[in-house]
């Protein structure tokens, strides 16, 4: 028996680590959050307000696809917060996990500066939200493992994840 790999993507403070970790919860899963996977240089980067390249970011998701493809080698079933913003980023998860899918947490730069506004005690300024959305690439119709979910309340985004996971036989 293998584990799946659920990813939570989409911009910082959409809500990832939140819904991820009650998603995990509910269905007896185990979360990560990509966050704790970034070089510490990453960190400092963000920190200092000066948004990640591609060369940032390719190093931290071959890491997350081998941490995932471990548990899943285990039997473990993860849930993974990852921004996963481009379409490249997600082949490179793509490329590492066997059994994957993506739910992508969409919403306005508005609800999300909202979102943002009121979470305390982050190391991701919120002046870099702009850059965030500027480097997204939402999910194309012929990414079939992405499930778009927008961003309503916790409790209906939960609703329509566990809806599409029994769907997908999860
Ligand atoms: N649907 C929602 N309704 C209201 N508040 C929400 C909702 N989703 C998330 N939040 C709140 O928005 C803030 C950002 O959420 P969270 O930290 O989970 O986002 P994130 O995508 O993991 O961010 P990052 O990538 O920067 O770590 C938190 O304070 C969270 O409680
Ligand atoms: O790809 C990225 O730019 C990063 O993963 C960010 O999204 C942060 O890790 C996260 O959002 C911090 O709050």
Redesign the pocket.
């Known amino acids: 028996m293998q584990g799946k790999t659920i990813i ?1 993507m ?11 970790q009650a998603l995990a919860d509910v269905r007896g899963y185990r979360f990560m ?1 990509g ?1 704790d996977l970034h070089p510490p240089a990453n960190i400092k980067k963000m920190h200092a307000g000066i948004p990640l390249a591609d060369e940032d970011r390719w190093g931290w998701l071959h890491n997350i696809a081998s941490r995932a493809s471990e548990l899943n080698a285990h039997n473990i079933t993860a849930v993974i ?1 990852c ?1 996963a913003l481009k379409e490249s980023y997600r082949n490179v998860l793509r490329q590492g996990i066997n059994d994957l899918l993506f739910f992508y ?1 969409k919403g306005s730069f508005e609800q ?1 500066h909202k ?2 506004e ?2 305390s005690m ?1 190391f ?1 300024p919120i002046d870099l939200l702009k850059s965030q959305f500027d480097s997204l690439q939402e999910p194309a119709a012929d990414e079939r493992d992405c499930i778009t979910i927008p ?4 409790e ?2 939960l609703k329509e994840m566990q809806r599409s996971l029994d769907l997908s036989g999860f």
């Open positions: 939570i989409g911009v910082s403070g959409s809500g990832k680590s939140t819904i991820g959050d966050d917060a921004s947490l999300i979102f943002l009121s979470r982050h991701m961003v309503t309340s916790p209906q985004e």
